[in-house]
């Protein structure tokens, strides 16, 4: 099991940047793939990035080019690294302790509460 904290959430011009992190605590974390999650109002949660417990990556055509997600696994972190932001990034972000597949798909299972990021126009 893995507890997680997101924090680094705010309000950002378009073309900003901000990084957000994603804290765990348990003593499994290297053994977790994470993803980062965002949900805007009205729209289903998607998943933006995802980083597999031995650093591969993949990410949401999206925010490609513009995001980056890292980990950090001596502090038991993960970090979404968002530039060039644009207004339809505002959402919720999540991030979600999980299983990276061969595949490269992400299941999901443990969540975050969530931070806040606007872009304004």
């Known amino acids: 099991q893995v507890q997680l904290v997101e924090s680094g959430g705010g309000l950002v011009q378009a073309g900003g940047s901000l990084r957000l992190s994603c804290a765990a605590s348990?003593?499994?974390?290297?053994?977790?793939?994470i993803g980062w999650y965002r949900q805007a109002p009205g729209k289903q949660r998607e998943l933006v990035a995802a980083?597999?417990?031995?650093?591969?990556?993949n990410y949401a055509d999206s925010v490609k080019g513009r995001f980056t997600i890292s980990r950090d696994n001596a502090k038991s972190a993960v970090y979404l690294q968002m530039n060039n932001l644009k207004p339809e990034d505002t959402a919720v972000y999540y991030c979600?302790?999980?299983?990276?597949?061969?595949?490269?798909?992400?299941?999901?299972?443990?969540w975050g509460q969530g931070t806040q990021v606007t872009v304004s126009s």
């Open positions: 348990g003593s499994t974390f290297r053994a977790f793939a």
């Open positions: 979600n302790g999980g299983t990276m597949l061969d595949s490269d798909y992400f299941s999901p299972n443990y």
């Open positions: 980083i597999s417990s031995g650093g591969r990556t």
